[in-house]
């Protein structure tokens, strides 16, 4: 039975489950009744960020653009469009073990893309979700509904694994950004052109 968070709420991924190599991040969104008149694309991506809360490199950013870490910790599984039926929209693989040394944390983040251009924002987009799941097993683990707490925001912090010690944590964080892609980029340390 996954555990349900609330937002704020840190838990254990490793210490109730010992052994827990390989995760899947699930991320999901609907699109509510308000048309833009213009389709949605959202898109996840995933921050490997250092004690420092950066990036230590351009390749610790892996989204759309690129889909795999070079240590072979993090795998975006693709850029979904549309957004569109049930389960995850998007999906990101993690291997524990491969993580960096200096990576301390993972930020799982979802934007909006052109939503300036598209007039579109967080407050059109029901039903957002994170999960994560044993890779093995199929499992899941845990679940953070975000709820709708947000209205003008473009970007989203999902939430995060961290390293405690020697185990794996999950923070529920749900906090939204305005600024896009590109302001999740400047408060994580990635160069944008």
Not at 131 to 137: F, H
Not at 155 to 172: C, D, I, P, T
Request: with cysteine.
């Amino acid at each position: 039975m996954p555990i349900s968070l609330s937002k704020g709420q840190k838990i254990s991924l490793t210490k109730s489950n010992p052994g827990l190599k390989k995760v899947v991040v699930g991320l999901g969104w609907d699109v509510n009744a308000f048309d833009t008149g213009s389709a949605f694309d959202l898109d996840s991506s995933a921050f490997l960020l250092t004690d420092s809360g950066k990036v230590s490199k351009p390749e610790d950013f892996v989204f759309y653009g690129n889909l795999k870490h070079p240590s072979g910790a993090v795998e975006h599984m693709g850029d979904n469009l549309t957004g569109e039926g049930d389960g995850d929209d998007e999906q990101i693989k993690i291997d524990l073990t491969k993580v960096p040394a200096d990576i301390t944390k993972i930020d799982f983040t979802v934007t909006i893309h052109e939503a300036e251009l598209r007039k579109q924002n967080f407050g059109q987009i029901n039903n957002s979700f994170i999960r994560i799941y044993n890779e093995e097993t199929g499992e899941e683990i845990l679940r953070y509904d975000l709820g709708e707490d947000f209205s003008i925001e473009t970007a989203s912090v999902f939430g995060e694994l961290y390293k405690y010690g020697n185990e794996w944590k999950f923070n529920a964080i749900g906090s939204g950004y305005q600024g896009g892609l590109a302001a999740l980029c400047g408060a994580y340390g990635v160069e944008v052109e």
